[in-house]
């Protein structure tokens, strides 16, 4: 033989070297005629950033460092970030969080409060 083998013989191959449960998966989520050993891996994805093209690690650094310390405990940094991340990802609840805040602060400077 001259080592010269199909696609197929190949597909095969890699096919019947794996463990039973790999094999069962790729034959119940895929289906061995879909599946493809040979493809190229996805890019990785794409790094996340907001409108001011910081990431969410850069935004929770940048608002802790201007918050005075006496303000800061591990709840609040959850917080933080939490935002950040749900800002930076456009998520719903966080966007609404965002826009109450401001209408709340709003409404209290209208009111002559703190």
């Known amino acids: 033989m001259t080592g010269d083998y199909s696609d197929d013989e190949k597909k095969k191959a890699v096919f019947d070297s794996m463990s039973p449960r790999r094999q069962k998966h790729i034959l119940n989520k895929v289906g061995y005629d879909k599946w493809n050993p040979f493809e190229e891996p996805k890019d990785p994805i794409d790094i ?67």
């Open 48 to 114: 996340r950033t907001d409108k001011t093209k910081r990431t969410s690690q850069m935004l929770v650094r940048e608002f802790l460092q201007a918050c005075p310390m006496e303000r800061y405990s591990n709840s609040y940094g959850r917080g933080v970030l939490e935002m950040a991340m749900g800002i930076v990802n456009n998520e719903d609840r966080f966007l609404a969080m965002y826009d109450f805040a401001l209408w709340y602060k709003e409404l209290l400077e209208k009111e002559g409060r703190e």
